[in-house]
């Protein structure tokens, strides 16, 4: 697996992604299970509110080899502040219409 990971740019100041890179390496969250190998192609945010930029990014990570794209846990789940994107599933509808063929995970951990 191939995952590219988009997160909130609005928490990257309470978050450097750490439990993100822990949930790949370690194959939790939303990774257990996953018998492949996984090597994570990018990690970028989403461009800030409303999430637009999220469509061009998820479509350059492809360019670049990723066969999933991640929305990372403070998108879906509002960690670590406890507040979700409320433009979280029209961002996933966008990426999902961009690129078709590419594995969409809600979440990281």
């Known amino acids: 697996m191939k995952v590219g990971i ?3 740019m609005q928490t990257e100041d309470y978050c450097p992604g750490t439990a993100d ?3 790949v390496a370690q194959k939790t969250g939303a990774f257990e299970g996953v018998a492949e190998e996984i090597e994570i192609i990018g990690f970028t945010n989403c461009g800030g509110c409303p999430g637009k930029k999220a469509v061009l990014r998820a479509g350059e990570l492809v360019r670049r080899g990723a066969d999933t794209i ?3 846990s403070c998108i879906r789940k509002g960690t ?4 979700p994107c409320p433009f979280a599933k029209k961002m ?3 990426i ?3 690129a078709p063929s590419v594995r969409i995970i809600g979440y990281t951990h």
């Open 21 to 23: 890179f822990r949930a």
């Open 96 to 98: 999902e219409k961009e």
């Open 80 to 83: 670590p502040v406890g507040y």
């Open 70 to 72: 991640a929305l990372a």
């Open 92 to 94: 996933e509808e966008l």
């Open 6 to 8: 988009i997160r909130c």
